[in-house]
């Protein structure tokens, strides 16, 4: 099949448009529960099934899509690796052309090689959705951490937003830089330098970096926290024990940042490597919205990505 026939999925935000985003966003909100009610089902996917394929492990996210897929009405299930033939030896062409056969509406997947959703979408007929693919993106997490600090500053435009750790190594950092960038966000990028690659200055405009956290967080409007990829990380970069001393998000530092800076993290935290519990559990954390979120954002790109 050719690239002009493969059906849209969501493979990065690189590639959406402003306005692309725009219109996610304000669907996701519609999708947002009123404050103390539960999500009702809707009847939008019925009768259309969605496969999660995760080649990671992930709680979060994989549980995040499959909740959004029902209350859509749609049919969802989940296959991780370790569970399923890819633990065989089957390649993952073979996993997918496998699934393929099965006519599901869209597939979900998640991945340790950069640009395994991008290759499979060129081959298969199905829309497929990137929950994840190496250090390379992670667009839903962008997109629900978007819809998360709109909640509360009612804008992107024009904030400052810190992104803080092991920038090298995260989707999460390169979704959000992609993301923030188009709606001219100041973004600042910092790490230990081992962490800090510098060509990530250049993937979009106004995008700055340091190695100093205090620097950093000193006018940002909003700190996110990223989680030390050890998974990730083939030689030690950076010792642990050090690592909080000079990165981790501490009470102390909240003194330095501004009195309404808003905290965030993509989880799972590692509490006392990243992030200190009392700043974690703070009234400034939006931790627990940005979980909360994914499930409203996740709705409305299964709803764009299935609609007929
Ligand atoms: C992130 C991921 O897997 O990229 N987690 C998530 O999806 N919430 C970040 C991480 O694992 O560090």
Redesign the pocket.
Known sequence: MSAEMTPKGLLDIESLTRSDIEVILERSKEFQPPRGETFRRLDILRGRTVVNLFF?S?T??RTSFEIAAKRLGADVLSITAAGSSISKGESLVDTLNTLGAMRPDAIVMRHSASGAPHFLSRYLPVPIVNA?DGTHE?PT?ALLDALTITDRRGRLEGLRVAIIGDIAH???ARSNVFLLSKFGVQIVLCGPASLLPREMAKIAPGVELTGDMVEAIRDADVIMM??V?LERQYEAAFPANEYFQFFGLRLEHMEQAKPDVMVMH???INRGREISSEVADSQRSAILNQVENGIAVRMAVLERVLAR
Do not use: F
């Open positions: 990671e992930s979060r996210t994840g992670h997490q995260s989707r999460v990223l989680r990829q993509p989880g799972p």
